[in-house]
């Protein structure tokens, strides 16, 4: 099965530029929002004239775990689902005339379908989604969602095993590897050797593959 990883920060933090040295000809980029990447690079979207393309975007739960699947055969090792709290905040929007309950329902199934996916891929697929956070009413911050009944319906970051959080601290951007007693971070015992790292997804994914023998 693919490895599951998800990052979580507000938007500025360094989600997106922890990308920035991790190799496009094995990478694969699921934008839920369509946007620059925060840094110089060669990445290339994919289209009709240039299908070996890293970047594809798309919010549709359906499409992103085809997409995910294509990537893995053609050789992707690593996937990346940037802005995911906007696979779930369009498909809220597209569908705000809807009344009643049952689209958040749908909402979560969806956003439920992706992670779960994940395990459908090969061993060596390592998935990271980047997420941006929101602080409940108990003062812990989490994922975010869209509204209370999501939350009641799937608990997102307890389908993974690795959830990391990013820090700013005097222009220095890192990643947390260990629950701070305010959020939902976790990482396995022993992966990495201190609480912060650099927010650097290609030292991250090395560690990872390592620590599990992919």
């Known amino acids: 099965?693919?490895?599951?990883?998800?990052?979580?920060?507000?938007?500025?933090?360094?989600?997106?530029?922890?990308?920035?040295?991790?190799?496009?000809?094995t990478t694969f980029l699921i934008?839920?929002?369509?946007?620059?990447l925060p840094f110089r690079n060669n990445w290339q979207p994919i289209t009709k004239d240039n299908p070996?393309?890293?970047i594809f975007v798309c919010d549709n739960s359906a499409t992103i775990c085809k997409a995910m699947a294509a990537a893995a055969v053609k050789g992707k090792t690593q996937i990346i689902i940037d802005d995911f709290q906007y696979v779930m905040a369009n498909e809220f929007m597209r569908r705000s005339g809807e009344t009643g309950f049952n689209k958040f329902t749908e909402i979560a199934k969806h956003a439920w379908d992706i992670i779960m996916s994940i395990q459908h891929l090969p061993p060596g697929v390592t998935v990271y989604v980047?997420?941006?956070?929101?602080?409940?009413?108990?003062?812990?911050?989490?994922?975010?969602?869209?509204?209370?009944?999501?939350?009641?319906k799937i608990t997102l970051e307890?389908?993974?095993?690795?959830?990391?959080?990013?820090?700013?601290?005097?222009?220095?951007y890192s990643f947390s590897t260990q629950n701070s007693g305010f959020d939902t971070v976790k990482t396995p015992m022993e992966m990495f050797d201190s609480k912060l790292i650099d927010n650097d997804l290609a030292l991250v994914d090395q560690t990872i593959k390592s620590y599990f023998g992919v």
């Open 158 to 172: 307890g389908l993974f095993t690795i959830v990391m959080r990013t820090v700013v601290d005097d222009g220095k």
């Open 1 to 25: 099965m693919g490895i599951p990883v998800m990052v979580l920060g507000e938007s500025g933090t360094g989600k997106s530029a922890s990308l920035r040295n991790l190799d496009p000809e």
């Open 31 to 36: 934008q839920a929002v369509s946007k620059p």
């Open 130 to 152: 980047l997420s941006h956070t929101e602080t409940n009413d108990q003062g812990k911050t989490k994922v975010k969602t869209i509204g209370k009944l999501l939350d009641e």
């Open 52 to 54: 070996k393309g890293s």
